[in-house]
């Protein structure tokens, strides 16, 4: 992963969401006229003059704040000034120059990274207002017009911004990257995880329910692979949600599962199963991800020789739904079994992408149907004429048959059964199509 990193930094309410969200093409990161809506390290991608660009959108820096959230914010922003190859500090022309813009410039020099000076909410077109040319006392060279939410201005700003790019790499894409959604309840710990895994507080951690709002991707590569990590809001019951920032939040965790190749649903053991992990883990299942069911805070828990053979007994009746799942139990904090969790995401994702040739297919048929007859109604047996994979993540087959009716589900188990004891297929979900003869859609 070598993409050169830009990352978009400033005080609060400038601007800087919507700003990455304009460069990046799509609404990644919440956007709110209340200050501190962006939290974490927002990551996205941007394309100018042929050139690949990682964007990363910060929280607000508020340099002289106690406040335990807004400390970690700086932390966050401080973090992604250090990783950047060029930092663009976003400012509001309609409030001008203010002292928090004055010191967070002075953080930037220091920092000896090339410095954009983007003035934002430059909504008219034409010559500068005067208010303008105060920003040239920050001390950061020419100062570029924006308006983010119109999109005067962007050009001019990336244009700025390729200048300080470092050369490019030929070796710039990666094809191989496994997509991974972290999934659950508010406080389950799916921020302990990211960090654990990267060394390094990619993510906020806090006790207070819904301190992760937007989806934090993170790129990691190990001896298992290249993976893209995405830490995603926790999701509550829709009616405790009573603030417009967290359900934007819950959208969002709900796109990071559509956009992921396998989720892990996080659940937290000191607590236990509850009504809502089986409807987050619906999400994943109907959105046909390859899923694992990730049991955390496996340190705290008391335990006997007998403790994880019954816990795993009644997750198994919770989630039956998705029996394919595997189960795995882990410590974010400890790092406990984070290596066999590794060998599993990357196990579920094979099996989810995985083709089967036709030939082979209906050999597996053939084998199945004389092991056990299809079903019968009023003298009518239904005839399975053959069956061939229709796509992949997740995997879908198509049967052809003389009568879909008599095709029943308890047949269709069956069949899905012989197939996952021949195939493996591990942790992913199988969709059956049935088409009658003659069906021509």
Same mark, same amino acid.
């Not at 941007?46 to 959108?57: F, Y």
């Not at 308890?410 to 942790?427: A, D, K, P, V, W």
């Given at each position: ?5 830009v990352?978009? *930094?400033? %005080?609060?309410? *400038? $601007? ?14 919440? *956007?709110?006229? &209340?200050p501190?809506v &962006?939290?974490? %390290? ?9 050139? =690949? ?11 002289? +704040?106690?406040?335990i959230?807004?400390?970690?914010? %700086? =932390?966050q922003?401080?973090?992604? !000034? ?7 500090? @976003? ?9 928090? /813009? ?7 020099q220091?920092?000896?990274r090339?410095? @954009?000076?983007c003035?934002? =909410? ?8 005067p ?5 040239y006392?920050?001390g ?6 924006? +308006? ?6 962007t ?18 894409e ?7 959604? !972290?999934?659950? %309840?508010?406080?389950? $710990? ?5 960090? =654990?895994i990267?060394g ?14 937007d ?8 001896k298992?692979?290249?993976f893209?990590? &995405?830490?995603?809001? $926790? ?6 949600? /009573?603030?417009d !920032? ?31 992990? +089986? ?7 109907? +959105? ?14 008391e ?5 994880m ?22 410590s974010?904090?400890?790092g ?11 196990? *579920?994702?094979?099996?989810?992408s995985?083709?089967?040739?036709t $030939? ?12 056990v ?15 061939t ?15 879909a ?5 308890s047949?269709q ?8 004891? &021949?195939?493996?297929m ?16």
């Amino acid at each position: 992963m070598s993409k050169p990193v830009v990352a978009i *930094v400033g %005080r609060p309410n *400038v $601007g800087k969401s919507t700003l990455f969200n304009k460069l990046v093409g799509s609404r990644v990161a919440i *956007v709110n006229d &209340t200050p501190g809506v &962006t939290r974490d %390290r927002i990551f996205g991608e941007c394309e100018w003059r042929n050139r =690949k660009i990682s964007l990363v959108d910060t929280g607000g820096i508020e340099p002289y +704040s106690d406040d335990i959230i807004l400390k970690q914010m %700086r =932390k966050q922003a401080q973090l992604a !000034i250090e990783a950047a190859d060029v930092i663009v500090l @976003v400012t509001d022309i309609t409030s001008g120059v203010v002292a928090t /813009d004055s010191e967070v410039a002075l953080m930037l020099q220091k920092s000896g990274r090339p410095v @954009v000076l983007c003035v934002n =909410k430059c909504d008219k077109i034409g010559e500068p207002e005067p208010e303008f040319y105060e920003f040239y006392n920050l001390g950061l060279g020419e100062p570029i017009q924006v +308006s983010s939410v119109h999109g005067h201005g962007t050009g001019d700003l990336l244009d700025a911004i390729f200048e300080y790019l470092p050369p490019e790499n030929e070796n710039d894409e990666d094809d191989d990257i496994i997509s991974v959604a !972290i999934i659950g %309840r508010p406080n389950a $710990g799916k921020s302990s995880l990211v960090n =654990k895994i990267t060394g390094e507080e990619r993510c906020i951690v806090s006790n207070i329910a819904g301190t992760t709002r937007d989806s934090i991707d993170t790129f990691f590569e190990n001896k298992y692979g290249k993976f893209k990590l &995405t830490d995603t809001a $926790g999701i509550r019951r829709y009616s405790k949600v /009573d603030d417009d !920032i967290e359900k934007y939040s819950i959208i969002r965790a709900k796109m990071a599962i559509e956009r992921s190749d396998v989720c892990l649903i996080m659940i937290d053991a000191t607590v236990g199963f509850a009504e809502q992990d +089986s409807k987050i883990a619906g999400l994943a299942h109907e +959105s046909g991800k390859a899923c694992i069911i990730v049991v955390n805070k496996w340190d705290a828990v008391e335990k006997s020789d007998k403790t994880m053979s019954e816990y795993r007994k009644k997750l198994e009746n919770d989630f039956s739904f998705m029996s394919y799942a595997p189960m795995i139990f882990i410590s974010a904090k400890t790092g406990q079994r984070l290596d066999r969790l590794f060998e599993l995401i990357v196990t *579920v994702s094979n099996s989810s992408s995985m083709r089967i040739s036709t $030939g082979m297919l209906n050999d597996l048929l053939a084998d199945a149907v004389a092991r056990v007859q299809p079903p019968t109604d009023k003298g009518r047996r239904l005839k399975i004429l053959y069956m061939t994979q229709a796509s992949v993540r997740p995997p879908t087959f198509v049967f052809f048959v003389n009568d879909a009716e008599l095709f029943h589900f308890s047949y269709q188990r069956y069949l899905e059964n012989r197939i996952r004891e &021949t195939f493996g297929m591990q942790g992913t979900p199988i969709r059956f199509i049935i088409r009658e003869r003659g069906d021509k859609k």
